[in-house]
């Protein structure tokens, strides 16, 4: 059992996995911020066009 535990923490696959999963949160977090600021800027351009009226 403990020899199959120090495989599992040598191998790099693991390392990989996780790095990659860093990776996919920065992206997530990222098109979040870009979402909320589009969104902020398409709701000013309709309450614009609606007073327009």
Do not use: D, H
């Not at 923490?9 to 990776?23: D, F, H, K």
């Not at 920065?26 to 007073?51: D, E, K, P, R």
């Amino acid at each position: 059992m403990r020899a199959a535990l120090l495989r599992l923490l040598r191998r790099e696959s693991g390392a990989t996995a996780i790095e990659y999963a860093l990776v996919a949160i920065l992206i997530s977090v990222a098109a979040f911020g870009v979402t909320q600021q589009i969104g902020t800027s398409v709701t000013g351009f309709f309450a614009q066009v609606a007073n327009s009226f």
